[in-house]
């Protein structure tokens, strides 16, 4: 659970830099599509500006930070 709200949180590795944290459940307006990278393991791939999906109709995931009520920018 998120520390700042309480909310329910997954920690999705990235395809580069730092785990972060996403919504638990999925969310139509997310920004973050969980994809297997070539070892098979799922990651994190962030959609920038309306980039499309890489693998069609798939769930996405929104990042916590965007909907957290108690996020504190750095």
Request: aromatic letters at 6%; glycine letters at 8%.
């Amino acid at each position: 659970v998120c520390r700042a709200c309480g909310a329910p949180i997954v920690w999705a590795p990235p395809v580069h830099g730092r785990a972060m944290p996403i919504d638990a459940d999925p969310d139509p307006d997310g920004n973050i599509e969980l994809v297997a990278d070539a070892k098979g393991r799922t990651v994190a791939h962030v959609h920038h500006d309306g980039q499309a999906s890489l693998f069609g109709d798939v769930q996405r995931w929104m990042p916590h930070f965007a909907t957290c009520p108690n996020w504190e920018a750095p």
